[in-house]
């Protein structure tokens, strides 16, 4: 007879499970077994819960997109004319959102939406609500908010990138230094 109440934190489990394996491995290239090993559980729990790895996947990026989500509207509304900006922007480098795990797993989902038409609409959602974040905070700032958010997401990424492939620990104020910086001149 099946445990009431576990499956929601079995899953919960298998996506934790995901994330680190995909960060310790750095890819995806990683096995059912694997996750299922790190989360406690068999791989055919784990296969009963999801169908398949990339299912599991992509539960692991709609989860990391759902907590960056959360620490955005934490931030918010913020303070001054750049209180929307300054928090939306501090979300992506929260100690939750800015770990060499969830970074890793946000790379290897970027290379996942390549052959992935989930993963691709996941991402696709990602960016557009970022980009009119963005703009909405940068109005009133700038004379081309449209563009100033494009290199804000595109330097946000980069610095993700960059973070990720620097052996040793990820320095979160030093990458948000790198972005405020631009903000900063953009908004001169």
Do not use: C
């Not at 995909?22 to 995806?28: I, N, P, Q």
């Not at 557009?128 to 905070?137: C, E, F, G, W």
């Not at 908010?145 to 993700?160: E, H, K, N, R, S």
């Amino acid at each position: 007879m099946p445990k009431l109440g576990a499956k929601p934190i079995r899953k919960a489990a298998l996506i934790n499970a995901a994330i680190l394996e995909v960060g310790r491995a750095g890819s995806l290239d990683v096995t059912v077994a694997q996750i299922a090993r790190r989360a406690g559980m068999s791989p055919a729990l784990a296969h009963h819960y999801f169908g398949s790895k990339e299912q599991i996947f992509l539960a692991a990026m709609a989860y990391i997109l759902r907590v960056y989500g959360q620490t955005v509207a934490q931030g918010l509304p913020g303070q001054g004319p750049r209180g929307r900006l300054d928090a939306i922007i501090a979300a992506s480098f929260a100690p939750i959102n800015f770990q060499r795990e969830t970074v890793s797993a946000w790379l290897n989902f970027y290379a996942l939406a390549l052959t992935s038409p989930q993963a691709a609409r996941l991402l696709r959602v990602y960016h557009l609500r970022l980009r009119s974040n963005l703009v909405v905070a940068l109005r009133g700032l700038v004379p081309d908010p449209l563009q100033v958010a494009g290199t804000l997401g595109a330097l946000i990424d980069g610095v993700y990138l960059r973070a990720v492939l620097t052996p040793g620990p990820i320095d979160a104020s030093a990458a948000l230094r790198v972005v405020q910086t631009y903000l900063d001149e953009a908004l001169t």
